[in-house]
């Protein structure tokens, strides 16, 4: 059973809390009055203001030094202003991609790093620190560097700047990002080899791993320049030893007038069956695919396709199936089927982004058999 003497304690502590109340009212009324007098407090200026905005649009514009002088007055005259933050990291950005200035970019990023960088930017700024002063003995070079990246030439005179940038500079730091940027664009220039060494060299320095975008862009120029070079030679080999085969077999001694008629009859027929075939071409042009076929390019594929039709005619006469009337049944589809390939491949490797269109018939055809 509880006793009055049990409960003086509780009635001490009640109190006392009581006698609190009112100064906690106080303290969050007093609160409350001097937040939004610090959140105006931390506010800039107007001329601060201003001469940020005027950095910005000097620095969107190109007009880097000018950029480079607004964030110097803001950085040097309102050294408790917000902005300072923003003006200390973009003097760091200036003078290493705009104004290529080591030493300058080295001591911005330096002060952004002990005054401004959060916890997630602490380890970037430090590997930052130490490239650019593994740069300071290459400073030239790596001013040819930045000017050719942000040149905008066009890929042909970038890959020729860089190409010479390498033969002036071999031992040149940044050789892996050069080497990155040249298999890329020679991968934009069509030229699957020259892309596929780039990327090659890159792999074979050893001094990093190859990142995800460069092993993927490897791997397509690897794959791009040996079907342009084996696979497109295995065609070659195909269609030549298909023609040698038919030829051996002295086709010409069973042509008649009749089948002669016969095969002139044949490309009218193609090209009917190509014309009620364009509707449908035409759906799955626009059906999502990344390549899209010219229409001369399909035209000149259903006339060309002729010299298959007129390889099989001369195929169906051969001496040898005389005696093989059912070897003929059985191989003059598969052998077609061969050569219609070959013939194929070859026309679309040969095209401007043959490799591509190359890489939407597998993936088509594997779609298809996966629906199978």
């Known amino acids: 059973m509880t006793t009055r003497a049990d409960m003086q304690p509780l009635k001490t502590v009640i109190m006392r809390c009581m006698k609190l ?8 009324l007093v609160s409350l009055f001097l937040l939004p007098l610090a959140g105006f407090a931390a506010q800039d200026s107007p001329a601060v203001n201003e001469l940020k905005q005027k950095a910005q649009h000097a620095y969107i514009n190109g007009r880097y030094a000018e950029a480079a002088a607004f964030n110097l007055e803001i950085a040097g005259k309102h050294p408790e202003s917000e902005a300072r933050r923003y003006a200390v990291q973009m003097l760091g950005t200036l003078y290493e991609n705009n104004l290529v200035d080591i030493k300058k970019a080295i001591k ?30 290459q400073e030239e070079a790596f001013k040819t560097y930045q000017s050719i990246r942000s040149g905008d030439q066009g890929d042909e005179i970038m890959v020729k700047k860089f190409e010479e940038l390498l033969q002036e500079h071999p031992d040149f730091i940044l050789k892996d990002k050069v080497l990155s940027e040249l298999g890329f664009a020679y991968d934009r220039l069509d030229n699957d080899r020259q892309s596929y060494l780039a990327f090659q060299a890159l792999a074979g320095n050893g001094k990093k791993k190859l990142s995800t975008s460069d092993q993927l862009a490897y791997e397509t120029a690897s794959r791009h320049w040996k079907e342009t070079t084996a696979w497109a030679w295995v065609a070659w080999a195909v269609i030549v030893m298909l023609w040698a085969a038919v ?19 044949w490309p009218v027929l193609w090209l009917l069956l190509n014309a009620v075939r364009m509707p449908t071409f035409y759906s799955l042009e626009t059906g999502g695919y990344p390549i899209v076929i010219p229409d001369t390019v399909v035209y000149m594929l259903a006339g060309l396709n002729l010299t298959v039709l007129f390889w099989l005619l001369l195929l169906t006469r051969g001496e040898c199936w005389q005696t093989r009337p059912r070897a003929l049944r059985w191989l003059s589809p598969v052998l077609t089927l061969l050569m219609t390939a070959a013939f194929l491949y070859l026309f679309f490797i040969y095209q401007p982004n043959g490799p591509e269109i190359i890489d939407v018939f597998a993936e088509t055809f594997h779609y298809k058999l996966g629906l199978l």
């Open 108 to 137: 911005w990023d330096r002060e952004f790093l002990k005054k401004y960088a959060d916890p997630r930017q602490v380890f970037f700024y430090k590997e930052k620190l130490v490239s650019l002063e593994k740069l300071g003995s």
């Open 21 to 28: 109340i009112p100064f906690s009212i106080l303290t969050l």
């Open 247 to 265: 030829l051996l077999m002295k086709p010409w001694k069973r042509l008649t007038w009749k089948s002669i008629r016969m095969f002139l009859i």
